[in-house]
């Protein structure tokens, strides 16, 4: 299996399923993990992850970042197998809340009525399968270093070349950073997947997996 290394962005304090899921991956996995970039930040996560793909590219020579948020948890063989899917940018499925629902981190992009691009979770999925998506989040994501490289040429944003959250037109709204950089990625004309058979965690009121 090729390097890795990985990058969390945390406030502090990480929980304790987080720092399990990190030792298992670094210790059990098969992928050999290069270095662990932690960066401490404050709300504005973008800047963090921003941060985090600068010092990957200026000092690390692995051909994979994994990025990962400190309120999941994943399986030891997580980046072994992404890696093994074979595609330039790929997270796990992942899930969140909405109004006591949980949804996966699955999104097509629509338009609505009135022309606005608007994104669409998925209801529906095949299992243990790769699946091609317009976004996804960034809290267990698989990145070649290709990637950060096309998108922040094509982004021509050097303030933030490949997180920053972006408005969606609706008014008082923005998108995520996570979702403006698979748009991003798709500018580049680079897909993203998800594997929908490496299932995380995902700590809320309750551990959502």
């Given at each position: 299996m090729?390097?890795?290394?990985i990058?969390?962005?945390?406030?502090?304090?990480?929980?304790?399923?987080?720092?399990?899921?990190?030792?298992?991956?670094?210790m059990?996995?098969?992928?050999?993990?290069?270095?662990?970039?932690?960066?401490?930040?404050?709300p504005?996560?973008?800047?963090?992850?921003n941060?985090?793909?600068?010092?990957f590219?200026d000092?690390?020579?692995?051909?994979?970042?994994?990025?990962?948020?400190?309120?999941?948890?994943?399986?030891?063989?997580?980046?072994?197998?992404?890696i093994?899917?074979?595609?330039?940018v790929?997270?796990g499925?992942?899930?969140?809340?909405?109004q006591?629902?949980?949804?996966p981190?699955?999104?097509?992009?629509?338009?609505?009525?009135?022309?606005?691009l608007?994104?669409?979770?998925?209801?529906?999925?095949?299992?243990?399968?790769?699946i091609?998506?317009?976004?996804?989040?960034?809290?267990?994501?698989?990145?070649?270093?290709?990637?950060?490289?096309?998108v922040?040429k094509?982004?021509?944003d050097?303030?933030?070349?490949?997180?920053v959250?972006?408005?969606?037109g609706?008014?008082?709204?923005?998108?995520?950073e996570d979702?403006t950089?698979?748009l991003?990625?798709?500018?580049?004309?680079?897909p993203?997947?998800?594997?929908?058979?490496?299932?995380?965690?995902?700590?809320?009121?309750?551990?959502?997996?």
């Amino acid at each position: 299996m090729p390097d890795a290394v990985i990058g969390y962005v945390h406030a502090g304090t990480v929980r304790a399923e987080f720092c399990a899921s990190l030792l298992a991956v670094c210790m059990e996995g098969r992928t050999r993990v290069r270095t662990v970039i932690a960066l401490e930040s404050g709300p504005n996560i973008s800047t963090g992850r921003n941060l985090i793909c600068r010092e990957f590219l200026d000092r690390n020579l692995a051909p994979w970042l994994f990025m990962c948020d400190t309120d999941m948890s994943f399986p030891a063989d997580t980046i072994d197998r992404l890696i093994a899917a074979g595609k330039p940018v790929i997270g796990g499925l992942c899930w969140s809340l909405s109004q006591g629902e949980r949804y996966p981190t699955m999104y097509e992009l629509t338009e609505d009525e009135g022309g606005r691009l608007a994104f669409r979770r998925y209801a529906a999925w095949t299992k243990n399968d790769v699946i091609k998506v317009s976004a996804t989040g960034a809290a267990c994501l698989l990145i070649h270093r290709d990637v950060l490289l096309a998108v922040e040429k094509t982004s021509g944003d050097p303030a933030a070349p490949w997180f920053v959250e972006s408005a969606v037109g609706a008014p008082l709204s923005l998108m995520g950073e996570d979702m403006t950089f698979c748009l991003r990625c798709a500018a580049a004309g680079i897909p993203v997947h998800v594997h929908t058979g490496v299932k995380v965690g995902h700590m809320k009121t309750q551990m959502l997996i």
